[in-house]
């Protein structure tokens, strides 16, 4: 089955900074790659994904990298905002019928944005 | 709200008794997933159905774990003979499948499991 690791599990930055949160997966059949935040108590939020058809989503301060050769991708957050401080999760799943089957998740990075 | 719904939202039973949750997904989402969330830990996938149909089970659902979702809408998840090692949030994610944005999947608030 699909194994992912994701590091850092903690990341601190300064407020206006950006932040880099890396995962790597081991099956190649995996071809959609989700990242979730989750604040406390709450439920994950789908915040960005990609597909393995291209090697790079932007939406506003937030973009994710594709390598598919290396089996690995990235959330990148630019100008980090106080309110982006939360446990971000990336994930990926096998393509099946039109969408994705379950999602192996890694452990979690607790992004904290300093003032 | 017409976002994926779970009821309850927290649950204390005794080892051993049985417990049942319920998910209702968006609406029209014909994907309903379940996954299992314990703390610091990011969530493991347990089962999911399209339409009324189950069609991935992972190993980490035993036989004391159960899940329906008789006409295609809302899903339950029932586990017998709970165990302490059972607490934890139980999540359900809908999706619509076979659509340009069939891949996301949309996260209920959960329901937490306390065995004690």
């Known amino acids: 089955g699909e194994n992912v690791e994701q590091h850092p599990s903690t990341l601190s930055v300064q407020e206006g900074d950006s932040a880099v949160i890396k995962c790597t997966y081991s099956?190649?059949?995996?071809?959609?790659f989700p990242w979730y935040k989750q604040e406390l108590g709450k439920r994950p939020q789908l915040i960005i994904d990609i597909r393995s058809n291209v090697g790079e989503k932007k939406d506003q301060r937030i973009a994710v990298t594709l390598n598919k050769t290396a089996k690995h991708f990235s959330l990148h957050i630019t100008e980090t905002q106080p309110e982006d401080s939360a446990v971000y999760f990336c994930?990926?799943?096998?393509?099946?019928?039109?969408?994705?089957?379950?999602?192996?998740f890694g452990k979690g990075t607790h992004l904290i944005i300093q003032p | 709200d017409t976002g994926v719904s779970q009821d309850p939202r927290h649950k204390i039973t005794k080892r051993g008794q049985n417990v049942t949750f319920r998910c209702d997904p968006i609406?029209?989402?014909?994907?309903l997933y379940w996954y299992r969330q314990t703390l610091g830990q990011g969530p493991e996938f347990l089962t999911y159905?399209?339409?009324?149909?189950?069609?991935?089970k992972s190993r980490l659902l035993s036989d004391r774990f159960s899940a329906e979702r008789p006409k295609g809408s809302f899903s339950t998840l029932e586990i017998q003979r709970t165990e302490q090692g059972d607490s934890a949030m139980y999540l359900c994610?809908?999706?619509?499948?076979?659509?340009?944005?069939?891949?996301?999947?949309?996260f209920g608030p959960g329901t937490r499991l306390t065995v004690t």
């Open positions: 994930a990926a799943s096998y393509p099946s019928g039109g969408g994705a089957d379950g999602l192996t």
């Open positions: 159905f399209q339409n009324e149909a189950q069609l991935e």
């Open positions: 609406s029209e989402h014909n994907r």
């Open positions: 994610a809908s999706s619509f499948g076979g659509t340009a944005s069939g891949y996301e999947q949309y």
């Open positions: 099956d190649s059949a995996s071809n959609y």
